[in-house]
């Protein structure tokens, strides 16, 4: 036994309280993590553009750019008015009144650094914050609550071309890492104030810091750092640490003291990113979701699934970058050929049968094991064409449960 549980135990013998994790919450928060589970959607490829979510801003020569840095400068005097573009029509006030429609609670908006300070000779362009703040609106209007992630920091915390800048890592050189905390304290000055907290329950201070290859200290310096820029700024709202990568368990002594409030740490969740998950079946596919659901019961802070998706190959164009092919049909990172990806992004009512199901039994897994945490936020609501990472396409589909506690495949996890 913990000492979490043990003290859970003599707390419920006594009668006090039920839970441990109400310690962590003190001040006004918009969303009661304690009581309520985070049922969310991710709106990605909006002011973080990435290629595999919209090809088609992506595909513009026989050597497309691999990521929006470099397709900011492959536009050069153009980019403004094609981002813009972009912008003002991946998500509309409908989208956000679909989701809500959907029953779910929560929208994770990614968005890069360079939307509110540029740094010296970046190609990016603005104009995304007056846009953001349609969206909280358009959050509000649909009750759903918001957290404000930055996804891409100042010379790239992962290399990921969803991080703006790919093959890249250098945030924890130079003045990055304070150029980001400039970031954050200005998104908590703003976002994160009582005209804002009803809806705006959590800033994310970096998305996917690469832990095994970043120095771990400094990153859990910079969320020190952070939690205390969002603080004196003047705000309460939630504070959003990514596990770097680390196991299940890692952050269970880190910020869980009575000086920390209002944390949610967020695990992100894929099985297609390395050929041996790739060579799973469908059954060891939803025993690994299973396992991590069994594992996240016992973490100490509030825990959400805020990346996951259906998929259960690398099959769909540019998921592992422009130029790069599926670890699945052996074209990349020298996995062997497991299968082939013909007809992998058809439409839903063209997959066979078998594909449908397996589909559904991995989402409705995913979903009863990220709830013994505190829930769950899928990537993403919707795409150019590739049906395993879009969530209308799924629910439209029949694959995603409508209304989200439906269960064709109940007890999976026999939680
Ligand atoms: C890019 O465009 C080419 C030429 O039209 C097309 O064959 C290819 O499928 C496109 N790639 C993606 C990822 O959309």
Known sequence: MSFVQIATALLAATGVVASPFRLTQRSYLGFDYNT?????????????????????????????????????????????????QH?????????????????????????GYWAFQLQPGDPYVQGQEPILDNAIEWAR???????????????????????????VLNWQNGDNVQA????VKYVAQKYGQTDYNDVVVGIELVNEPLGPSLDMSGIEQYYNDGW??????????GVVIHDAFQPLGFWNQFMTTPNYWNVVLDHHQYQVFSSGQLQMNIGQHIAAACSIGGQ??????????????????????????????????????????????????????????????????????????????????FWTFKTEQSPEWDLRRLVDGGLFPQPLTDRQYPNQCNF
């Open 180 to 183: 980001t905390l400039d970031v």
């Open 87 to 111: 912008w003002n029509t991946w998500y509309t006030a409908d989208d956000f009144a679909t989701i809500a429609s959907y029953g779910l609670n929560h929208v994770r908006i990614p968005i």
């Open 296 to 377: 996240t019961q016992s973490e100490y802070l509030w825990r959400v699934t805020g990346e996951w998706s259906a998929a259960l190959t690398d099959c769909t164009p540019w998921l592992n970058g422009v130029g790069r092919g599926s670890r699945y049909e052996g074209q990349y990172d020298g996995s062997p050929w497991i299968g082939s990806c013909a007809g992998n992004d058809d439409e839903i009512p063209a997959w066979p049968q078998e594909r449908q199901q397996n589909t559904r039994r991995f989402i409705e897994a995913q979903m009863d094991a990220y709830d013994q945490g505190t829930g769950w936020i």
């Open 228 to 237: 205390s820029a969002v603080r004196d700024a003047g705000s309460d709202t």
């Open 141 to 167: 209007n649909n009750g759903l609550k918001v957290w404000i992630d930055i996804h891409g920091a100042p010379g790239s915390q992962n290399g990921f071309d969803n991080s703006g800048q790919r093959d």
């Open 36 to 84: 309520e589970k985070v049922r969310g959607v991710n709106l990605g490829g909006w002011f973080v553009s990435e290629p595999f979510i919209t090809p088609s801003l992506y595909n513009i020569s026989g050597d497309p750019p691999i990521d929006e840095y470099h397709l900011a400068q492959a536009l050069g005097s153009n980019a403004q008015s094609v981002l813009s």
